[in-house]
């Protein structure tokens, strides 16, 4: 199996069926991804029509490929579907995407013909990611086979199994153009007619360059298998999970859309906390914890300090923190000294640190430095959250004292939020991001990503 | 009473006691924004060095002042307070904001010149905002007390009441410089050895200028007063209300904040609901709350639709509009038929809506226009999220058609979100919402704020 999906992952030659001349057809947008991600391997493409696409020339029909190409993306009507497969066969061909739609996901006719799909692979021994798939990422080999129009994308250590197209078409765009982080490996798994959420769990669970796997499902194929390769894995790395169809209303949705049938929510939950997978609700989330393994290691306690510019936000930030599973520790005597030193005498100090008294006194940069090394030395403190305070008129620190602490504390985390001029929001991200330090513009968000990343934590060291 | 707030609200004349020439002091920056504000009213200073600040002339005592000023805003130290409010009375001033921070929310000392204050204001019959407040402002009057660096601060039509400075000042910020909509009036309330928050209820309650009411409180003053008043206004006017202090964490933090002594939680929220006072939990939630009342009107039911580019999208949404109380009705065949005819015939529309394959058979403006419209005209649909998917290769449609579907359906509700190039989304929301059309970044504010909306339609119609 393993060597089954390499092939999908490290393809050392590629053919697109159903290459098109048109910008914007997807048989045009793979090729164009294929080549804006400097893809090193052999890139074949076919069209009835001959001629070339994008400096490449074009092969008139599958009978004039060489033979023993890695892999087939099969980008044609659902109908034309399984006759290519079966000529890329006499090719020598054993691996496809198929990312047509119009099978069992929508009509009766479709379902006929996933089942002649089903008998072709079995019959022939072949490997195969979708139908109704938007194709599969693997930036270490520099490689995807998505339609959607992406351009490069950014490489990273989080790796994605998706039953669904959008995560690793229009959501990693997302990903590409408002966030700094990149991916690894994405799987659109489609249909799932064969390759399925095990054999990517498998594969990433042993994948030197994955080091998180982040997960969107609305049905499990193999229950038993996913329940059991989960278990060993979430003590290895963190495994996240979207179960989509957790209510009546979302499962008669999942049935229209990958023709799942999702199980009662209430088993399924029981059996994701055995297994040590981190269960998460918003579809937002499946970005945030990405980015937040992308860029924090875990926090081996649920122990948080966070300094604002208002006891408002103290307040309401106490609360979030012990509706989120997390804690607010009381400070050693010396951190709460070290705060109360920078701040003027009649604030008393404290976690969670009331920041612009001190701010105030010795200037902005100067307030958030010394307060967030005040905590980060702490032995009960594993997370710190600045709420950074920012206008051009109060005073915009110098963003580096913040990228020298997260070198200085490696095993602690330093989540960013904000709070006023939301210009001089966006530059701080544009600073800090790409210098390692995630912010996040909602200030509730640092904790939701805190949350997630000690759950798994907590995962990765539950009893046997 | 009302006409003790409305020489708040509406000042004819105001003094800054503790002017300052220096930018960035507080004695600076509140007559800095009085005048950005472009106040219609008479402005006097007092700072015993005199001389002039920002063109404006500078009295160098109290009692030089004339007779009868409406407005005292005191910006002096704690310890400097309580003389200055008794040289302002010999001058017929009777209603003060109290900048000042330093009485109970420190120390014993600090108690002791809170109860100092209070037997003043008893004394003299004066009425206060404060002490430690970061002020009050009110758009319709073209007046802010509030020393935080604001600049000309839009007008709206939601008020807030905030036991917390931060909400008239960093959040202040972050609506006028990162929303499009404005406030209408906003009470922070400070220590509220007087004015508290059922003074500002009573009056907002009245106030014609005022649609909606946001709330974060750390403590009742009079509960049973709030309770009564929040009653009745509650079937007039939506009132939401976060409220800080829920777990014993959060409480600690508030007694360091506000010296508030938060209650019980449980009993807060029955007697929250009896009220009709809409309860919500996060801070980020404060603001889009205010974003959903200034430019939408409330649903008249819980059905809502949505139209996303994928089908994941659908099945994570339709499972989050379960679990906010709101519903994902079936359409009426002849709107099932309108989305049927734009579509492809292997998709099977319905609600929610697969807005993609019509984009890309028709254009993606055209998809989206008329798929928008189709549910819009259903009866059991209140509110439409169109999910814009974005990118240029895909294409961006002219986003007209939705500013005309949300006139030519002004009772029903449309909301907009994203997914794709984050360039593209800060486009859209820059063109929409000055047109009146709320957008937001991430896919589950929309229904995080039809949530809130159709629970204060609900408290609205409640029976009695």
């Known amino acids: 199996m393993r060597e089954d999906l390499r092939q999908f992952v490290e393809p050392r030659s590629v053919v697109v069926i159903g290459a098109s001349a048109v910008e914007g057809k997807p048989g045009h947008e793979v090729i164009s991804n294929i080549l804006a991600n400097e893809y090193g391997g052999k890139l074949y493409l076919v069209n009835p029509k001959g001629g070339e696409i994008l400096g490449i020339a074009v092969h008139s029909s599958i009978a004039q490929l060489p033979e023993g190409i890695d892999l087939g993306i099969i980008i044609l009507p659902a109908n034309a579907t399984p006759q290519a497969i079966l000529d890329c066969t006499e090719k020598g061909i054993h691996h496809f995407v198929l990312a047509a739609g119009g099978f069992a996901e929508v009509d009766e006719h479709g379902e006929e013909l996933q089942k002649k799909l089903i008998s072709i692979i079995k019959e022939k021994g072949l490997r195969v990611i979708g139908p109704n798939t938007s194709g599969h990422t693997s930036t270490p080999h520099n490689f995807t086979s998505t339609f959607f129009p992406e351009g490069?994308?950014?490489?990273?250590k989080v790796s994605f199994i998706a039953q669904t197209g959008n995560f690793g078409t229009h959501t990693l765009k997302y990903i590409l153009t408002g966030e700094h982080f990149g991916v690894c490996r994405v799987f659109g798994l489609g249909n799932k007619i064969d390759i399925d959420e095990c054999d990517?769990?498998?594969?990433?669970a042993d994948d030197p360059?994955?080091?998180?796997?982040?997960?969107?499902?609305?049905?499990?194929?193999?229950?038993?298998?996913?329940?059991?390769?989960?278990s060993e894995v979430t003590r290895r790395k963190p495994v996240v999970l979207l179960k989509g169809g957790a209510t009546d209303a979302g499962r008669k949705a999942a049935v229209a859309h990958t023709a799942a049938l999702a199980s009662e929510d209430r088993i399924v939950d029981g059996l994701l906390r055995q297994a040590g997978v981190v269960r998460i609700y918003d579809y937002t989330h499946l970005i945030l914890a990405a980015k937040g393994f992308s860029m924090l290691p875990l926090p081996k306690g649920n122990g948080v300090s966070f300094s604002a510019p208002s006891g408002a936000m103290l307040v309401v930030l106490s609360d979030l923190c012990i509706r989120m599973g997390l804690a607010v520790p009381d400070l050693a005597p010396e951190n709460n000294r070290r705060l109360q030193e920078i701040s003027p005498p009649y604030i008393r100090m404290r976690n969670p640190v009331d920041i612009?008294?001190?701010?105030?006194?010795?200037?902005?940069?100067?307030?958030?430095?010394?307060?967030?090394?005040a905590v980060l030395r702490d032995p009960n403190i594993h997370a710190v959250v600045p709420v950074l305070m920012l206008?051009?008129?109060t005073g915009i620190p110098s963003y580096d004292f913040i990228v020298d602490l997260a070198h200085k504390y490696p095993e602690k985390l330093i989540l960013v939020t904000f709070s006023a001029d939301k210009e001089c929001?966006?530059?701080?991200?544009?600073?800090?991001?790409?210098?390692g330090v995630p912010t996040f513009p909602d200030i509730e968000q640092p904790f939701e990503v805190l949350s997630i990343l000690y759950r798994c934590y907590q995962a990765m060291h539950r009893p046997r």
Chains 1, 2 share one sequence.
């Not at 612009?356 to 090394?373: I, K, N, S």
């Not at 929001?425 to 210098?435: I, N």
């Open 391 to 393: 206008t051009r008129k």
């Open 425 to 435: 929001m966006e530059e701080c991200k544009a600073y800090l991001e790409p210098r």
């Open 356 to 373: 612009w008294p001190a701010a105030t006194t010795h200037g902005v940069e100067f307030g958030y430095r010394e307060g967030t090394e």
């Open 200 to 204: 990517a769990l498998e594969y990433l």
């Open 152 to 156: 490069k994308i950014r490489r990273g």
């Open 209 to 230: 360059e994955t080091t998180a796997i982040v997960m969107y499902l609305e049905s499990f194929k193999r229950p038993q298998l996913f329940m059991a390769l989960a």
